[in-house]
């Protein structure tokens, strides 16, 4: 049995899945292989097949694409405004927080 590697990098997973499918593996396979060398818990199978789609369809890039995901509210100014805030009020509650900076209250109550 091969040596289980732990922790892979994303783009070290999808260049496997792509090298896989180059070779004409289906998603299935290329699937149980990759359990038997990352383990079970590495991807799923429906994302192993996402993935085989993208590359299918003329995806190169194994690596993320830019601006997934929402852009930060948090800056330089914000921090030192809330530490201001924090340590001129020692009693400052998360509530209060959420109420002099809306801005950051979502990530505040999550």
Same mark, same amino acid.
């Given at each position: 049995?091969?040596?289980?590697?732990?922790?892979?990098?994303?783009?070290?997973?999808?260049?496997?899945?792509?090298?896989l499918q180059a070779e004409?593996?289906?998603?299935?396979?290329?699937?149980?292989?990759?359990?038997?060398?990352? &383990?079970? %818990?590495?991807? =799923?199978?429906?994302?192993?097949?996402?993935?085989? +789609?993208?590359?299918?369809?003329? $995806? !190169?890039?194994?690596?993320?694409?830019? &601006?997934? %995901?929402?852009? =930060?509210?948090?800056?330089?100014?914000?921090?030192? +405004?809330?530490?201001?805030?924090? $340590? !001129?009020?020692?009693?400052?509650?998360?509530?209060?927080?959420?109420?002099?900076?809306?801005?950051?209250?979502?990530?505040?109550?999550?």
């Amino acid at each position: 049995m091969a040596a289980t590697i732990s922790s892979p990098a994303k783009c070290e997973l999808r260049a496997v899945i792509r090298f896989l499918q180059a070779e004409g593996n289906s998603a299935a396979s290329i699937h149980r292989r990759m359990c038997q060398v990352y &383990g079970e %818990g590495f991807m =799923s199978d429906g994302v192993v097949r996402e993935w085989c +789609r993208k590359f299918k369809e003329g $995806r !190169n890039d194994v690596h993320d694409e830019g &601006g997934q %995901g929402r852009n =930060s509210v948090v800056t330089d100014e914000l921090v030192q +405004r809330v530490d201001e805030a924090v $340590r !001129n009020n020692r009693r400052f509650t998360l509530t209060s927080l959420a109420m002099e900076f809306p801005q950051v209250s979502f990530d505040i109550h999550t």
